[in-house]
């Protein structure tokens, strides 16, 4: 089944960074888009940033262009997102998404609070 956990969360100070990670089980991890999602308090679930199996193609949101860059090793089957510069507003619970064959998966999150 597919599966799939995020991990590298915490707090941050604001201009600190973080890199979360993604681990994915159970599909064909390099035949497939991955994405990054952040959802805060009171607020939608918001797409941040997605990777293409095609030649890694990469698209952001502006919120975050210029600060987060995703990627992906499919030897490891693991999708990251460094994110640097962070700043209060990024503080969400950030989940990694991956549509499988229609199916939208999503991982249980990670927490990321950035605070001094």
């Known amino acids: 089944q597919v599966q799939l956990v995020e991990s590298g969360g915490g707090l941050a100070q604001p201009g600190g960074s973080l890199k979360l990670s993604c681990a994915a089980s159970?599909?064909?991890?390099?035949?497939?888009?991955m994405y990054w999602y952040r959802q805060a308090p009171g607020k939608e679930r918001e797409l941040i940033a997605s990777?293409?199996?095609?030649?890694?193609?990469?698209r952001y949101a502006n919120s975050v262009m210029g600060r987060f860059t995703i990627s992906r090793v499919n030897a490891k089957n693991t999708a990251y997102l460094q994110m640097n510069n962070l700043q209060p507003e990024d503080t969400a619970v950030y989940y990694c998404?991956?549509?499988?064959?229609?199916?939208?998966?999503w991982g249980p999150g990670t927490q990321v609070t950035v605070s001094s």
């Open positions: 159970g599909f064909a991890f390099s035949t497939y888009a």
């Open positions: 998404n991956a549509v499988v064959d229609g199916v939208n998966y």
């Open positions: 990777i293409f199996s095609d030649h890694d193609v990469t």
